[in-house]
């Protein structure tokens, strides 16, 4: 009888402690991106609804509750910004309850017809990066997701549509959390902002990203469906007449649409949009330049048009399977065309003097047509594909492969007083881009902790074939002139290990990384038969952590090493003659920037709202600059060259909330002093130029009656140093009104963009450069006061509103 007792009391131990040991674990993502959700609060509830146990997730958005006895619980997940999920959990004293990847939606990422009453944060902020509602910024409706993110708190666009945040123009821009190989203007004027739910602005990324690109990271998050069934949105653009034209030889066309649908039944997702979108721009330019070669001075002021014609299209599919609770694969397609003419008819009034005498050479006027053609096809597909090995373990394997037709040509000539033209010139370029991406990843969940390690190889090609043929008066053809003609290829090739290690402690989420890279280059000029190869080994540590103060505070601390590598076009030696007073050449042995960054800062949430402050440093090595120097005496030399070094420091404070029921604000404002340095071509002169910058976006929206909203969107851009010069101040204001019509269904909104009621300079900037031999300074000045109207239907909602009636007593009887 004791040895039964004995064998009971063992079983019935051996049960309990199996029981006091089991788990739930689990990961949290965004049903959007399939990207890990960190610092999400989960809780776990007993059938009283009272909490046994509550955590955050960590920074790959991992959870584990250990110790939990057996009973039924219900598990929930909030995050601001997400809808909240429940799920049922019972524990029988079985083996630990992995529960995979559990996803949750953003609150306004779904097209369904159920109306969000919640407030919604529009920022959300954590260790590495911050978080924007793309919904707060109604100026980008009908745009793209560049109107986007020029809103962001820490971010300029000038007046050619280069992003730069915090300053730094290098920004590498993902879409679900894919890269691409194309500059950041290029990509982000790709993806309509309505098919933008939220943009991440990733300040400091950890081991796992590429450290390419100074300014960090941009990530843009597509809406996608919540609930089974099909739903879809259209939108559509038309523009009102130019205000001022500036008398350009064509009218302005701007138009638009783009339709996003999404699909979802059981295990099974599909979404995706198509945009077209036509927005051509009126513009005028005004210049002065003087050269001096010996005791010959040269002054050639100009003026004339300087307009664009424009239009790009889209398509972008993706699509999400699990197969199983341990195999999910993703495929996505995107696929587009941009097409832009920028017309530059220009008059110059060239003077030339002596200026030991005073006495004047020479003097001719001249009018100088250009037109200059971009155009390229862009065409993308990635692959991912996960499988989870057990509760612990878990592979990662992804493909991008990526294809860019990019091609374009520069027609040019000069005519003389009496309408004889001098010379004409055509030049005419293909430079297709290939790029393949594979990455393999393992992820390993620790107690409290994961490790992230894995391989990456990235490599890409292009060809270019640069052709440039001329004409002086009198002759029958035009002819290839080998000076300014050649081929290039280049190929970049990156070999990746990384290894990340992310803990949670109970109010702490630390993230450390590491990485190292092999770099390779090869440029390669075929007519010429010369190389210039080049490749290094680096290392790129990370850090990151965010601390919970209490009472709705945070505290956050943030440092890692990155790389600007050098793109082809900057490499390029091939001389171009954009227009008649430039000739344009890159340099094959141009160094990559190396760049640390440090950063801290601190987080209030606020009841309807929250505002941040950070600081943060940058210094660079091999800082790359565009610079001037004299070619003949009407024509400058602008080529790329490596400063020694530059640094920047600064502080970014910005928030966004409620302030009235009615009444929403958002805003940023950037201030950071700027130094830069070194010996620019053949001056023997280290030379310096630093200044204070600042930068400021700001909006208010109002919603008053009941159907109508109004808002006002600033964003405005100090003037900053260069090397040579300066770039002048930069400032956009725009408004915006809206009504709703059929409960939601239908949305109509009127935009006023570039908004100028005097002399304000708005939509216009000026470059100046200068050395001892030269000085350049030239105005752009781009359209003003644009009047756009937008209409937005949620198909599926006026389909809900417009059912047909039916005979009840009909149907009864059928």
């Given at each position: 009888?004791?040895?039964?007792?004995?064998?009971?009391?063992?079983?019935?131990?051996?049960?309990f402690a199996r029981a006091?040991?089991?788990k739930?674990?689990g990961?949290v993502?965004?049903?959007?991106?399939?990207?890990?959700?960190?610092?999400?609060?989960?809780?776990?509830?007993?059938?009283?609804?009272t909490?046994?146990?509550?955590?955050?997730?960590?920074?790959r958005?991992?959870?584990?509750f250990?110790?939990?006895?057996h009973?039924?619980?219900?598990?929930?997940?909030k995050?601001i910004?997400?809808?909240?999920?429940?799920?049922?959990?019972?524990?029988?004293g079985?083996?630990?309850?992995d529960?995979?990847a559990?996803?949750i939606a953003?609150?306004?990422?779904?097209?369904?017809?159920?109306?969000v009453?919640?407030?919604?944060?529009g920022?959300?902020?954590?260790?590495?990066?911050?978080?924007?509602?793309a919904?707060?910024?109604?100026?980008?409706?009908?745009g793209?997701?560049?109107?986007?993110?020029?809103?962001?708190?820490?971010?300029?666009?000038?007046?050619?549509?280069?992003?730069s945040?915090?300053?730094?123009?290098?920004?590498?821009?993902?879409?679900?959390?894919?890269?691409?190989?194309?500059?950041?203007?290029?990509?982000?004027s790709?993806?309509?902002?309505?098919?933008?739910?939220?943009?991440e602005?990733?300040?400091?990324p950890?081991?796992?990203?590429?450290?390419?690109?100074?300014?960090?990271?941009?990530?843009?998050?597509?809406?996608?469906?919540t609930?089974?069934?099909?739903?879809?949105?259209l939108?559509?653009?038309?523009?009102?007449?130019?205000?001022?034209?500036?008398?350009?030889?064509?009218?302005?066309?701007?138009?638009?649409?783009?339709?996003a649908f999404?699909?979802r039944?059981?295990?099974?997702?599909?979404?995706?949009?198509?945009n077209?979108?036509?927005?051509?721009?009126?513009?005028?330019r005004?210049?002065?330049?003087?050269?001096i070669?010996g005791?010959?001075?040269?002054?050639?002021?100009?003026?004339g048009e300087?307009?664009?014609?424009?239009?790009?299209?889209?398509?972008?599919?993706?699509?999400?399977?699990?197969?199983?609770?341990?195999?999910?694969v993703?495929?996505?397609?995107?696929?587009s065309?941009?097409?832009?003419?920028?017309?530059?008819d220009?008059?110059?009034?060239?003077?030339?003097?002596?200026?030991?005498?005073?006495?004047?050479i020479?003097?001719?006027?001249?009018?100088?047509p250009?037109?200059?053609?971009?155009?390229?096809?862009?065409?993308?597909?990635?692959?991912?594909?996960?499988?989870?090995?057990?509760?612990?373990h878990?592979l990662?394997l992804?493909a991008?492969?990526?294809?860019?037709?990019?091609?374009?040509?520069?027609?040019?000539?000069?005519?003389g007083?009496?309408?004889?033209?001098?010379?004409?010139?055509?030049?005419?370029?293909?430079?297709?881009l290939?790029g393949?991406?594979l990455?393999?990843q393992h992820q390993?969940?620790?107690?409290?902790?994961?490790?992230?390690?894995?391989?990456q190889?990235?490599?890409?090609?292009?060809k270019?074939?640069?052709?440039?043929?001329?004409?002086?008066?009198?002759?029958?053809?035009?002819?290839?002139?080998?000076?300014?003609?050649g081929?290039?290829d280049?190929t970049?090739?990156?070999?990746?290990?990384?290894?990340?290690y992310?803990?949670?402690?109970?109010?702490t989420?630390?993230?450390?990384?590491?990485?190292?890279?092999?770099?390779?280059?090869?440029?390669?000029?075929?007519?010429?038969?010369?190389?210039y190869?080049?490749?290094?080994?680096?290392?790129?540590?990370?850090l990151?952590?965010m601390?919970?103060?209490?009472?709705?505070?945070?505290?956050?601390?943030?440092?890692?090493?990155?790389v600007?590598?050098?793109?082809?076009?900057e490499?390029?030696?091939?001389?171009?003659?954009?227009?008649s007073?430039?000739?344009?050449?890159?340099?094959?042995?141009l160094?990559?920037?190396f760049?640390?960054?440090?950063?801290?800062?601190?987080v209030?949430?606020?009841?309807?709202?929250?505002?941040f402050?950070?600081?943060?440093?940058q210094h660079?090595?091999?800082?790359?600059?565009?610079?001037?120097?004299v070619y003949?005496?009407?024509i400058?030399?602008?080529?790329?060259?490596?400063?020694?070094?530059?640094?920047r420091?600064?502080m970014e404070?910005?928030?966004e909330?409620?302030v009235?029921?009615?009444?929403?604000?958002n805003?940023?404002?950037?201030?950071?002093?700027?130094?830069?340095?070194g010996?620019?071509?053949?001056d023997?002169?280290?030379?310096?130029?630093?200044?204070?910058?600042?930068?400021?976006?700001?909006?208010?929206?109002a919603d008053f009656?009941k159907?109508?909203?109004?808002?006002?969107?600033?964003?405005?851009?100090?003037e900053r140093?260069t090397?040579?010069?300066?770039?002048s101040?930069?400032?956009?204001p725009?408004?915006?009104?809206?009504?709703?019509?059929?409960k939601g269904?239908?949305?109509?909104?009127?935009?006023?963009q570039?908004?100028?009621?005097?002399?304000?300079?708005?939509n216009?900037?000026?470059?100046?450069?200068?050395?001892?031999?030269?000085?350049?300074?030239?105005?752009?000045?781009?359209?003003?006061?644009v009047?756009?109207v937008?209409?937005n239907?949620n198909l599926?909602?006026?389909?809900?509103?417009?059912?047909?009636?039916?005979?009840?007593?009909?149907?009864?009887?059928?």
């Open positions: 009888m004791n040895r039964y007792f004995i064998v009971f009391l063992f079983l019935w131990t051996v049960q006091q040991n089991s739930i674990l990961v993502m965004d049903a959007t991106s399939s990207s890990p959700i960190p610092y999400a609060s989960i809780g776990l509830l007993d059938t009283n609804n909490i046994v146990v509550g955590m955050m997730t960590d920074g958005g991992s959870f584990v250990n110790n939990l006895t009973g039924q619980y219900t598990l929930t997940i995050f910004g997400y809808h909240q999920k429940k799920m049922r959990v019972d524990i029988n079985q083996k630990p309850i529960l995979g559990i996803f953003n609150v306004i990422d779904t097209l369904e017809q159920a109306t009453t919640a407030v919604v944060g920022q959300r902020h954590s260790s590495d990066r911050q978080s924007y509602q919904s707060q910024y109604k100026n980008a409706v009908g793209t997701a560049l109107d986007i993110v020029k809103n962001l708190p820490s971010a300029a666009v000038d007046a050619n549509g280069n992003i945040m915090r300053g730094n123009t290098g920004v590498i821009v993902l879409i679900n959390g894919k890269p691409s190989l194309l500059d950041a203007a290029t990509i982000l790709q993806i309509a902002a309505n098919d933008v739910s939220e943009v602005y990733i300040t400091s950890t081991a796992q990203f590429d450290p390419d690109g100074k300014g960090g990271i941009i990530n843009l998050k597509t809406k996608q469906s609930a089974d069934g099909f739903a879809w949105v939108n559509l653009q038309g523009g009102l007449p130019s205000v001022k034209d500036y008398q350009n030889r064509e009218s302005q066309k701007r138009y638009g649409g783009d339709v999404q699909y039944k059981d295990r099974l997702e599909f979404n995706g949009s198509a077209y979108l036509r927005n051509d721009n009126a513009g005028f005004e210049g002065e330049v003087n050269t070669i005791d010959k001075q040269t002054f050639f002021p100009s003026q300087r307009s664009f014609d424009k239009y790009n299209f889209g398509l972008r599919l993706n699509t999400a399977y699990h197969i199983s609770e341990a195999h999910s993703n495929l996505g397609l995107l696929t065309r941009k097409f832009q003419d920028r017309v530059a220009i008059y110059y009034n060239n003077r030339s003097i002596q200026p030991s005498t005073g006495s004047e020479s003097s001719v006027d001249y009018f100088n250009n037109l200059q053609n971009k155009q390229g096809e862009f065409y993308l597909i990635d692959f991912s594909y996960q499988y989870k090995i057990d509760s612990a878990s990662q992804g991008i492969y990526e294809y860019a037709n990019i091609y374009g040509s520069t027609k040019n000539a000069n005519i007083n009496m309408g004889d033209t001098t010379q004409w010139t055509h030049n005419i370029y293909t430079n297709p290939r393949l991406r990455s393999l390993w969940k620790l107690p409290d902790a994961t490790l992230l390690t894995g391989y190889l990235r490599s890409d090609n292009q270019g074939n640069f052709q440039y043929y001329a004409a002086d008066a009198g002759a029958n053809s035009l002819q290839v002139v080998p000076e300014f003609s081929r290039m280049a970049n090739r990156v070999h990746a290990l990384f290894t990340q992310d803990r949670k402690f109970v109010r989420q630390l993230a450390l990384g590491l990485r190292y890279e092999y770099y390779q280059r090869d440029l390669f000029l075929l007519d010429t038969d010369q190389k190869p080049y490749a290094i080994h680096q290392l790129y540590p990370s990151s952590l601390h919970d103060l209490g009472t709705g505070w945070s505290w956050k601390v943030a440092a890692a090493r990155r600007q590598r050098t793109n082809n076009f490499l390029n030696p091939i001389p171009e003659r954009e227009h007073e430039t000739l344009e050449q890159g340099d094959p042995e160094l990559p920037e760049t640390v960054n440090a950063e801290t800062g601190l209030k949430k606020l009841k309807s709202g929250s505002i402050l950070n600081a943060y440093y660079t090595k091999n800082p790359i600059q565009r610079v001037n120097s003949a005496d009407t400058l030399h602008r080529v790329f060259t490596n400063a020694d070094e530059a640094s420091y600064g404070l910005g928030g909330g409620k009235l029921p009615w009444l929403k604000v805003g940023g404002f950037n201030l950071y002093h700027y130094t830069v340095s010996q620019v071509l053949n023997q002169h280290t030379r310096t130029n630093q200044d204070w910058v600042y930068s400021l976006n700001g909006g208010v929206q009656l159907y109508w909203s109004t808002g006002l969107q600033i964003n405005y851009l100090s140093p090397v040579q010069g300066a770039d101040r930069f400032v956009l725009h408004f915006n009104l809206s009504r709703v019509f059929l269904a239908l949305t109509a909104q009127l935009q006023w570039f908004i100028e009621l005097g002399d304000w300079g708005v216009e900037q000026r470059i100046t450069t200068f050395s001892n031999d030269f000085h350049t300074t030239t105005n752009y000045i781009y359209e003003k006061n009047f756009l937008n209409l239907v599926h909602k006026l389909n809900q509103l417009l059912k047909l009636p039916k005979s009840e007593f009909g149907e009864k009887e059928f």
